[in-house]
């Protein structure tokens, strides 16, 4: 069995992969123009800008994060007519949806180049208030680069060759821990750069398994998986801990 804890993700430094992470879509952003925006994203009825959008409006929950007032976020939304995550999604997708694309990467850029400075600022071991408790801030950090990684890959980015390795370990190891905090019924073990995953059958059925590549592995964990990919639906859904 792979049980990652948060000591054994001790040697990863979540701002710089959080900073590096931002540069990549910054970097991809900033080559954009024209019909690029409008383009069809991974994220199902969302283009580019969409995803962009979604971003900048992610900041309003991380800075109310750091300014320990979630309760006045909770309550523009409410006043929005707001519901639930999915909701609070699309909300940020329409305000933006008639903002000139260069103004939301302006308030993108600006946002969380101040959640990602206050963050290192305080320090990993430090506590931030979450929606789901005091949480450190060092795997909020992760959190936050795994969450901007999957939408670097939504919107068409691509990794550098030399890059690659490194980006989908990290990843993936962060990925394993996400499923042991979220007590996923699934064992997942890696060896020989292979993930073994597997996850009880039903009744007297044997377990269900699978050996994932990295990559593979990783897209699962955000359910970005093909839909024509081979892994078993019930893996499918145990793995899609970080969607």
């Not at 409006?57 to 519901?83: F, K, S």
């Not at 550098?160 to 370990?169: Q, V």
């Not at 990290?170 to 990925?175: D, K, V």
Request: proline share 7%.
């Amino acid at each position: 069995m792979y049980h990652e804890t948060a000591g054994a993700l001790a040697d990863l430094d979540p701002f710089a992969l959080y900073d590096a992470e931002a540069r990549r879509l910054d970097g991809h952003f900033a080559g954009l123009a024209g019909a690029d925006w409008d383009r069809p994203s991974r994220c199902a009825g969302w283009s580019v800008r969409d995803v962009l959008a979604h971003l900048a409006g992610e900041e309003l929950y991380n800075h109310a994060c750091l300014d320990d007032d979630l309760a006045g976020l909770n309550r523009l939304l409410t006043e929005a007519g707001v519901d639930g995550l999915d909701g609070f999604n699309q909300w940020s997708v329409d305000e933006r949806r008639d903002v000139p694309v260069d103004t939301v990467l302006s308030e993108w850029r600006a946002a969380n180049g101040r959640t990602r400075a206050e963050l290192r600022a305080r320090g990993a071991d430090a506590l931030l208030p979450t929606q789901a408790g005091p949480y450190p801030v060092g795997l909020q950090a992760l959190h936050y680069a795994s969450e901007l990684a999957t939408h670097a890959d939504d919107v068409g980015y691509r990794t550098p060759p030399t890059e690659e390795p490194d980006r989908t370990a990290w990843r993936a190891r962060f990925g394993a821990f996400a499923l042991a905090e979220q007590d996923r019924p699934v064992l997942v073990q890696e060896a020989d750069n292979r993930w073994h995953v597997e996850a009880d059958g039903t009744g007297d059925a044997a377990p269900i398994t699978a050996q994932l590549s990295p990559a593979e592995f990783v897209e699962a964990t955000v359910d970005r998986l093909p839909a024509d990919h081979p892994l078993p639906p019930a893996l499918r859904t145990a793995l899609a801990c970080l969607a």
